[in-house]
């Protein structure tokens, strides 16, 4: 089991820019969730699927925000155009429906200069 | 409008002592609560969990505790140990959904 894999681990970026950041999920996990961190607020939720469909992203900050799961087994969250306040770690997490806790990737770090 | 709360940002203990971080919910409708420890450059990984019916459970040196009147989760490690250094993040189901709402975080320094 190679865990959550996130992509990239770091990323720096102009204002303005196109990011886009990855997650594969654990295999057999349906749920899965990207969440922000940052220093004033921890660990935000910004969406979450279940079955690969969007149940809840009324964390998503902005229509510059946008995530997508094509299949089971890949998501990306972009932001287009990037601004600096987007600095943060990005988490991507899976679970399996109704199980217990979620497995965290790594983390992306986004800087957005 | 911060559901789960962790006053205390950072916490410094010594070896072998007890360890206690806080924290607080404004939501009466959490099903289950969580604790996630975080070292640097890692993802948050699970540590213990508790039900809403319940008011605590234990794992090892870990212990949670539950107090609903007060909508007041505390974790205790004892005895604490240097590896223990670490972010320490609460976290709460609301009922009927898959997701967790989680804290800003207590970091805690075990001083050898």
């Known amino acids: 089991d190679a865990g959550v894999i996130q992509s990239p681990r770091h990323e720096v970026t102009e204002m303005g820019q196109e990011v886009t950041l990855r997650c594969k999920p654990i295999s057999g996990h349906n749920s899965l969730f990207w969440y922000r961190q940052t220093m004033m607020r921890g660990l935000e939720l910004l969406i979450y699927?279940?079955?690969?469909?969007?149940?809840?992203d009324s964390g998503m900050p902005e229509d510059r925000f946008s995530a997508k799961m094509p299949n089971a087994s890949f998501s990306t969250l972009k932001i287009q155009p990037s601004e600096p306040r987007d600095s943060a770690v990005y988490f991507c997490?899976?679970?399996?429906?109704?199980?217990?806790?979620?497995?965290f990737g790594s983390g992306t770090r986004l800087t957005v200069v | 409008d911060q559901q789960v709360k962790q006053n205390s940002p950072s916490l410094s203990v010594q070896e072998g002592r007890i360890s206690i971080l806080n924290c607080d919910y404004t939501n009466s409708m959490f099903d289950y609560f969580l604790w996630y420890k975080k070292y640097p450059a890692e993802g948050p990984t699970f540590l213990i969990s508790i039900s809403s019916i319940k008011d605590k459970n234990e794992d090892g040196r870990f212990t949670v505790f539950l107090n609903k009147s007060a909508k007041h989760l505390s974790l205790h490690i004892v005895p604490s140990q240097p590896g223990d250094s670490a972010v320490y993040f609460c976290?709460?189901?609301?009922?009927?959904?898959?997701?967790?709402?989680f804290g800003t975080g207590t970091r805690l320094k075990v001083l050898a």
């Open positions: 997490a899976s679970s399996r429906q109704g199980g217990f806790g979620y497995t």
């Open positions: 976290a709460a189901m609301p009922s009927g959904t898959y997701k967790y709402i």
């Open positions: 699927f279940n079955n690969n469909v969007p149940i809840d």
